[in-house]
């Protein structure tokens, strides 16, 4: 079974409502009538997207949206936002959320700003996956196979990197392809690419 759609809000009749619109689109779906309960119940962890009301009485969408992104928990987040809120859905947005809704909201733009949000959300969990297995990998490298890859980054050419470093260009070679095996690499543009997913910055100049 795919991973749920949360929906937050206060309001019974909107709760229906969204679970009824998710539901006859094929989506499995949990409701919660604050935001409270849904971080206790720790849902967003399994979550595929979560659909917030921007004004609740205990935390609203905006705190809610600013929590997950403090815990570091890349859910995509859809913003429900009555008149006169478009400030505070703005500023959620700026937060991370991927859009907002305003009410009375329109089915057919819902779903598809759903549909958005669910695509966003696996592009998020595969640079995310990525990034962890970038940095497993680096984290095999020697400490001068790490300044040999961060010289990589810099975009240096081998001979550059041998004067950098104070070694013979063959000694570069060495551990250049030292680095492209620990780091399962078949080019340079796949070194560099998960260099740059796990962080890793060109050397800084004294």
């Avoid at 619109?21 to 409270?36: C, I, P, Q, T, W």
């Avoid at 909201?105 to 640079?127: C, N, P, V, W, Y």
């Avoid at 104070?166 to 078949?186: F, G, L, Y």
Wanted: contains cysteine; aromatic residues 2%; hydrophobic residues 45%.
């Amino acid at each position: 079974m795919a991973d749920p759609i949360l929906i937050v809000d206060d309001d019974d009749d909107v709760r229906d409502s969204l679970r009824a619109l998710l539901e006859s689109a094929g989506y499995d779906v949990r409701d919660f009538n604050s935001a409270k309960r849904v971080l206790e119940d720790g849902a967003v962890g399994q979550a595929a997207c979560l659909i917030a009301d921007i004004r609740m009485p205990d935390m609203d969408g905006l705190a809610l949206q600013e929590e997950l992104v403090r815990r570091r928990i890349g859910l995509p987040v859809i913003i429900v936002t009555g008149h006169g809120d478009v400030p505070l859905a703005v500023r959620a947005m700026k937060a991370g959320a991927i859009d907002f809704i305003e009410k009375p909201f329109d089915d057919e733009l819902l779903l598809q700003s759903i549909g958005h949000a669910l695509t966003r959300g696996k592009e998020q969990r595969g640079q995310a996956s990525l990034a962890q297995s970038a940095t497993e990998r680096i984290a095999l490298l020697t400490e001068r196979e790490r300044q040999v890859l961060e010289c990589l980054v810099a975009g240096q050419a081998n001979k550059v990197i041998a004067y950098e470093l104070d070694i013979s260009p063959r000694t570069v070679e060495i551990h250049r392809a030292h680095v492209m095996e620990k780091m399962q690499a078949k080019s340079l543009s796949d070194v560099v690419r998960l260099a740059l997913a796990a962080g890793v910055s060109p050397p800084s100049k004294a």
